[in-house]
């Protein structure tokens, strides 16, 4: 059964460092999505990617995140200079179509001490 | 802004028992929702989408049910098993927008 795959599974970064978060999602799915998740709150929204290029993005998202579909297969996310707060379970998530269903990859733990 | 509410959020049942999960959005311009389980630690699996023109859906031993104007789904687990223990969440996608509104989730717990 095809599935989003994300790697690493658990990332350890100092705080000031960039880190990359990687993400395959199922391959003839078209809509891509990053979400976190702060130990303990909600699943929150980060962005949504279609076409190349974001569609949607919320007011976490500032400038020290970037998305990137670098290949056919993968997608990532980048945190530029993470701060402590960033640490969070993100998952990356996909579609075929923007209103059916989404398929969650099993999440990346960024730590940042 | 959309909210999502679940209610209860913990649950402690014995094994066998039917129950059933709450969830509650302020803004009924949804293009649908979906139902997903999260086990501790552990990424998010879909279990049901309804469409914003459908009224339920059924998979195996779940149903969800949704009703747009009034804001409310519920998820349905008949004969609960020991396996069925995780966290339950819904989340909404509203019309013109591609994310999904999470809501708190509810934790169950079901006992041999």
């Known amino acids: 059964e095809p599935e989003v795959t994300q790697t690493p599974s658990h990332q350890v970064t100092q705080m000031g460092q960039e880190v990359i978060l990687r993400c395959v999602p199922i391959?003839?799915?078209?809509?891509f999505y990053w979400y976190r998740q702060i130990l303990g709150q909600k699943v929150e929204f980060l962005v949504s990617?279609?076409?190349?290029?974001?569609?949607?993005k919320s007011e976490i998202f500032d400038d020290q995140f970037s998305v990137e579909r670098p290949d056919g297969s993968n997608f990532t996310l980048k945190i530029r200079s993470t701060k402590l707060e960033d640490s969070a379970m993100y998952f990356c998530?996909?579609?075929?179509?923007?209103?059916?269903?989404?398929?969650f990859g099993q999440g990346t733990r960024l730590t940042v001490v | 802004k959309q909210e999502v509410t679940q209610i209860p959020a913990a649950l402690s049942v014995p094994e066998g028992e039917n129950l059933v999960l709450n969830c509650s959005f302020t803004d009924s311009a949804i293009y649908n929702l979906q139902w997903f389980r999260q086990d501790p630690g552990k990424g998010l699996t879909s279990l049901l989408l309804?469409?914003?023109?459908?009224r339920e859906q059924t998979s195996g031993r779940l149903n969800a049910s949704l009703d747009k104007s009034s804001g409310r789904s519920t998820l349905y687990i008949a004969a609960s098993q020991p396996g069925d223990s995780a966290t339950y969440l819904c989340?909404?996608?509203?019309?013109?927008?591609?994310?999904?509104?999470f809501g708190t989730g509810t934790r169950l717990l079901v006992s041999p």
């Open positions: 990617f279609y076409n190349n290029e974001i569609s949607e």
């Open positions: 309804i469409q914003s023109s459908q």
């Open positions: 391959s003839n799915h078209l809509y």
């Open positions: 989340a909404v996608m509203n019309t013109g927008f591609q994310k999904l509104v």
């Open positions: 998530a996909s579609n075929r179509a923007s209103n059916t269903e989404a398929f």
